[in-house]
């Protein structure tokens, strides 16, 4: 474990980049395995091997990480389904699975600490809670042997820096890297400048500090490049993969489109980007200097491979990547394959 931690920080400190698939409960949701709305990972405890596929497929695309799913495996979220008694064990399952599969690929393994759901600044009982409940997945995550852990989707400032104080009490040396999901576009919940409080962060000792989750890439990229401009240390941005704007930033405001419904979270396929606009969102991200990259709810396969390819990387899943050249309406036969030239080839100009 210490060899690994250290080889995460030495890939960084080289400049290296790190691609990062997360998006699981996403994911599982829509195959049938956890609920909209609760949205807790039951699925590492009832259905292992489904967790360990999609580790390895997402490794498969690209990702450098395999980020223990532990997210929302906290204490609020698992007294909502009655499984708390269950809560060390869905945590210990999904690092033990985490680490096999980063150990056979050779991938760095994260572990996962979140937005508790409670936090509320001020508070000081509830901020005990939430350190609490920090404490326990973070020592679950050094157990489990975590080469770094992960905090992520943070509202508020104060819950981030809190995350990240935890992590350097109780995880035992870990790296950390520290994202926020402000749902206003400049200033987290509780009023920091969004580029202030990652300033604040990387002060405080997180090793990454960026943006997840939350908003697309159409709206993660101007804070991320003033973020970039502001900060020293490597940043992270992991969008969700759909169509936010200026007039709906992120996914929760969604609408689907030419109608007044809002898509969240169930009908957000129907504002899902194009595999070109995720490639467009990457060679930005590379061109501003984002060395830790990925996407977050939304994502699957197919994104990822694009952004690990735009950042150079050959993951054994671009064996399959698209080769129109050879497709038989439009690759290059077409002008000599005069069946189709006369009835295709007019409705597609
Ligand atoms: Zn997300």
Redesign the pocket.
């Known amino acids: 474990m210490g060899l690994k931690r250290t080889i995460f920080l030495e890939r960084l400190s080289r400049g290296e980049s790190i691609i990062v698939a997360?998006?699981y409960?996403?994911e599982f949701e829509r195959r049938g395995y956890l609920k909209a709305g609760t949205f807790v990972p039951e699925v590492v405890i009832d259905q292992p091997d489904l967790v360990r596929q999609l580790h390895e497929e997402f490794v498969h695309a690209g990702s450098d990480v395999v980020l223990a799913f532990t997210y929302y495996a906290h204490r609020e979220k698992l007294k909502l389904i009655g499984r708390e008694d269950e809560l060390e064990q869905i945590n210990l399952k999904a690092l033990e699975i985490a680490r096999e599969v980063a150990d056979r690929t050779g991938t760095l393994m994260a572990g996962n600490i979140c937005n508790s759901t409670v936090y509320e600044k001020g508070n000081p009982e509830k901020e005990r809670n939430v350190e609490q409940m920090f404490k326990e997945q973070i020592e679950w995550a050094v157990r489990g042997g975590a080469d770094f852990i992960v905090g992520e989707?943070f509202g508020d400032y104060g819950e981030a820096k809190l995350a990240l104080d935890c992590i350097k009490k109780y995880g035992n040396g870990l790296p950390a890297v520290i994202t926020l999901?402000a749902p206003l576009i400049d200033v987290t919940l509780d009023g920091v400048p969004i580029v202030k409080a990652c300033q604040d962060l990387e002060a405080a000792g997180a090793a990454i500090v960026g943006l997840?989750?939350?908003r697309g890439p159409a709206t993660m990229l101007p804070t991320l490049k003033e973020i970039r401009k502001a900060c020293k240390c490597p940043i992270a941005a992991?969008p969700?993969p759909y169509r936010t704007s200026e007039k709906e930033p992120t996914f929760f405001s969604l609408t689907i489109p030419g109608t007044d419904r809002k898509a969240f979270p169930i009908d957000l396929p129907a504002c899902l980007c194009s595999r070109w606009e995720i490639q467009q969102f990457a060679e930005e991200c590379k061109n501003i200097g984002i060395q830790y990259v990925g996407l977050?709810?939304g994502n699957a396969s197919h994104y990822l491979r694009i952004v690990a390819e735009v950042y150079g990387k050959n993951p054994p899943a671009s064996k399959f990547s698209p080769e129109m050249d050879k497709h038989f309406i439009f690759g290059r036969k077409l002008e000599t394959n005069t069946y189709f030239t006369e009835h295709v080839k007019s409705q597609i100009s």
């Open positions: 997360e998006g409960i996403f989707t999901s997840n989750c939350g992991l969700v977050c709810c």
